[in-house]
């Protein structure tokens, strides 16, 4: 069976969402193209590493060309997307990998997020070994989603994901942990509830 990759190219809409409450949150990356949609699980850590890496290499590119690259500096108004997801939420798969790279000749930013996968090794250098044979496996490797967005799309996608992980549970105002809705046990209160 050969590898299932879900390319959106352009895509009508990339988006960085959640489902659940809030301490409950499942996260997710929704691409959508017409009518066809494509949602990945991940971890919210995984959310924040991706907007924020996006933004670093957007500003990247930026810089080494002197301005000229068709990136703005901050996400465009006119095409911020607040929306929810679309419904019904299927995932596809859960990532493991992430990648992005920055097509200069198309002025394209591209995200690949692949499926997690579990490998048995017997050692650390097996392990890497076997990795790295299974990312460059173009045939028979793990399910990937891959994405080709314009600047303003990636940053608008950046700002987006960012506010979803920043949505959450507001920190305690002591110990910086996240308050439930009923409070939490608060280490610098010497373990005494905190209410919200």
Same mark, same amino acid.
Request: glycine share 8%; net charge negative; charged share 30%.
């Given at each position: 069976?050969?590898r299932?990759?879900?390319?959106y190219?352009?895509?009508?809409?990339?988006?960085?969402?959640?489902?659940?409450l809030?301490?409950?949150?499942?996260?997710?990356?929704q691409?959508?193209?017409?009518?066809?949609?494509?949602? #990945?699980?991940l971890?919210?850590?995984?959310?924040?590493? +991706? %907007? =924020?890496?996006?933004?670093e &290499? $957007?500003?990247e590119?930026?810089?080494?060309?002197?301005?000229?690259?068709?990136?703005p500096a901050?996400?465009p108004?006119?095409?911020?997307d607040?929306?929810?997801?679309?419904t019904p939420v299927?995932?596809?798969?859960?990532v493991?990998?992430?990648?992005l790279?920055?097509?200069?000749?198309?002025?394209?930013?591209?995200?690949?997020?692949?499926?997690l #996968?579990?490998?048995?090794?017997?050692s650390?250098e097996? +392990? %890497? =070994?076997?990795?790295e044979r &299974? $990312?460059?496996?173009?045939?028979?490797?793990?399910?990937?989603l891959?994405?080709?967005l314009?600047?303003?799309?990636a940053?608008?996608f950046?700002?987006?994901?960012?506010?979803?992980v920043?949505?959450g549970?507001?920190?305690c105002?002591?110990c910086s942990?996240?308050?439930?809705?009923?409070?939490?046990?608060?280490?610098?209160q010497?373990g005494y509830?905190?209410?919200?």
């Amino acid at each position: 069976m050969s590898r299932q990759v879900f390319l959106y190219d352009p895509p009508d809409r990339f988006v960085a969402g959640t489902v659940g409450l809030p301490g409950r949150r499942t996260f997710f990356l929704q691409a959508t193209a017409g009518p066809r949609v494509t949602s #990945v699980a991940l971890e919210k850590t995984q959310v924040a590493a +991706l %907007a =924020e890496r996006m933004d670093e &290499l $957007l500003d990247e590119v930026v810089r080494r060309s002197g301005g000229n690259a068709a990136v703005p500096a901050v996400a465009p108004t006119e095409i911020s997307d607040t929306d929810p997801l679309d419904t019904p939420v299927e995932e596809e798969f859960r990532v493991g990998t992430m990648a992005l790279a920055w097509d200069g000749e198309e002025q394209r930013m591209i995200v690949e997020a692949q499926a997690l #996968v579990e490998l048995d090794a017997e050692s650390e250098e097996d +392990l %890497a =070994e076997a990795e790295e044979r &299974l $990312l460059q496996d173009e045939e028979n490797g793990p399910p990937m989603l891959r994405v080709r967005l314009t600047g303003a799309q990636a940053r608008a996608f950046a700002k987006r994901a960012l506010d979803v992980v920043n949505a959450g549970r507001p920190p305690c105002p002591l110990c910086s942990l996240p308050l439930d809705p009923e409070g939490h046990v608060c280490p610098r209160q010497n373990g005494y509830r905190r209410g919200a």
